[in-house]
Nanobody, 122 residues
Framework: QVQLVESGGGLVQAGGSLRLSCTAS????????MGWYRQAPGNQRELVAT?????????IYADSVKGRFTIFGDNAKNAVYLQMNSLKPEDSAVYFC??????????????WGQGTQVTVSS
């Protein structure tokens, strides 16, 4: 089984910064990629940023966060971080960590964290 534990959410003023952390507890799995998604009330869950956890560490960002957010993974700690700068009120949402893993039988699965609230006041 894989468990994801997120932390770092909170209340911040517009223009401020927050760093989200997500650590995966894994056993007999390889973590292929980790990422962050967010969901605001009444909206669908949307991609924020993802990164591969091996090789080149390639990243993908939503257009709305490019230049303001940075995602980086730590393979040794099975963790992914999201540095959020220049926050805007529209960034307010519950942020969810996601991990794509492969088990010993080479079966790929996806896991979600419980979510952490980010609120940006104007």
């Amino acid at each position: 089984q894989v468990q994801l534990v997120e932390s770092g959410g909170g209340l911040v003023q517009a223009g401020g910064s927050l760093r989200l952390s997500c650590t995966a507890s894994v056993s007999d799995f390889r973590i292929d990629a980790m990422g962050w998604y967010r969901q605001a009330p009444g909206n669908q869950r949307e991609l924020v940023a993802t990164t591969t956890m091996s090789g080149s560490g390639s990243t993908i960002y939503a257009d709305s966060v490019k230049g303001r957010f940075t995602i980086f993974g730590d393979n040794a700690k099975n963790a992914v971080y999201l540095q959020m700068n220049s926050l805007k009120p529209e960034d307010s949402a519950v942020y969810f960590c996601k991990a794509i893993v492969t088990n010993m039988a080479r079966v790929r699965s996806m896991y979600w964290g419980q979510g952490t609230q980010v609120t940006v006041s104007s």
